[in-house]
């Protein structure tokens, strides 16, 4: 079991950045592999970003490729998204989720079986 929480969403202009948090609690944060799923209004949510267990491996949906960056902090229980370059289209609820399931297709939302509240992130001028 893990829990997790996220922060950092809110109001920001087009070309700013913004960095979300998900804290971890529970058992042991390191043997879970990490990703940012995204879910805009009126959409389905979407695979945003991801990294392995020790942090050495990341991958990323072509459109935040580039701007988008996820790091994570073992020691700390923590993951994190820095959002730069912000457009309009990147506004959606974001979340954070967690898998223990080290072989599947990391774009595939059913294999996350822990997942945040999430938190908003809203791109307008």
């Known amino acids: 079991q893990v829990q997790l929480a996220e922060s950092g969403g809110g109001l920001v202009q087009p070309g700013h950045s913004l960095r979300l948090s998900c804290a971890a609690s529970?058992?042991?944060?390191?043997?879970?592999?990490m990703a940012w799923v995204r879910q805009p209004p009126g959409k389905e949510r979407a695979f945003v970003a991801w990294i392995d267990w020790a942090g050495i491996s990341t991958n990323y949906r072509d459109s935040v490729k580039g701007r988008f960056t996820i790091s994570r902090d073992n020691a700390k229980n923590s993951l994190s998204l820095q959002m730069n370059s912000l457009k309009p289209e990147d506004t959606a609820v974001y979340y954070c989720?967690?898998?223990?399931?080290?072989?599947?297709?990391?774009?595939?939302?059913?294999?996350?079986?822990?997942w945040g509240q999430g938190t908003q992130v809203t791109v307008s001028s």
């Open positions: 529970g058992r042991t944060f390191i043997n879970y592999n």
């Open positions: 989720a967690a898998t223990l399931n080290y072989s599947g297709t990391i774009t595939k939302l059913d294999e996350y079986a822990y």
